[in-house]
């Protein structure tokens, strides 16, 4: 019996029949699991691209440079909105250090807390700034702290920031010089 005749058996080319279905059916399986699991990844960066460039970013800005004059010295806190929705912020908390006595790493308490219950759409500043009183009046110490807000998403975030203050303005030197690096101004969702 030569190959011919053996295809020609309707029971065998039933069984071949049978194999190449199962075979296309097996391929077609693994193939539908690999698109699904493609199309769950292409799903979860699209909605996190989504998330993070829709979302409101709030950062903290500082209107008023310390008065040399004054008896005491204050810093006053304002924040914009350079997001693409709106943003509540909840809170603005501050801490104070001495030049070069900046902590490594931002504690996580014992922060002076002023609520706020300001809801700033893109492009909006808070002018109406939360000021905090300075331990003293020494030229360079640290104001360090976090602005809390609230996304379009319901996800809460903490903006941190910290400067050393001065009176005046040199070149090369802003009233409020940024300091502590990553650690101290960055956003992080809580």
């Known amino acids: 019996m030569d190959i011919a005749d053996w295809v020609s058996d309707p029971d065998n080319l039933t069984a071949i029949s049978l194999f190449i279905v199962a075979v296309f059916t097996i391929v077609l399986t693994v193939v539908s699991i690999v698109q699904a699991r493609l199309t769950k990844r292409a799903i979860l960066v699209t909605q996190r691209a989504l998330l993070d460039l829709e979302r409101a970013h709030i950062v903290p800005a500082f209107p008023k440079s310390v008065e040399q004059a ?64 300075m331990p003293g009046k020494q030229e360079g110490q640290i104001v360090y702290g976090y602005i809390r807000y609230e996304d379009i998403f319901g996800r809460t975030w903490r903006h941190r920031f910290a400067c050393a203050v001065w009176s005046e303005q040199k070149p090369g030197r802003d009233f409020f010089q940024i300091v502590g690096g990553d650690a101290y101004n960055a956003e992080t969702e809580e």
């Open 70 to 133: 004054a008896d005491e010295w204050h810093v006053h806190v304002s924040f914009s909105n350079i997001g693409r929705s709106f943003g509540v912020v909840k809170s603005v908390s501050a801490a104070f250090a001495a030049p070069d006595a900046l902590p490594k790493k931002p504690p996580k308490k014992d922060y002076e807390e002023r609520a706020a219950d300001a809801i700033l759409r893109p492009g909006d500043d808070w002018s109406d700034a939360v000021s905090f009183k």
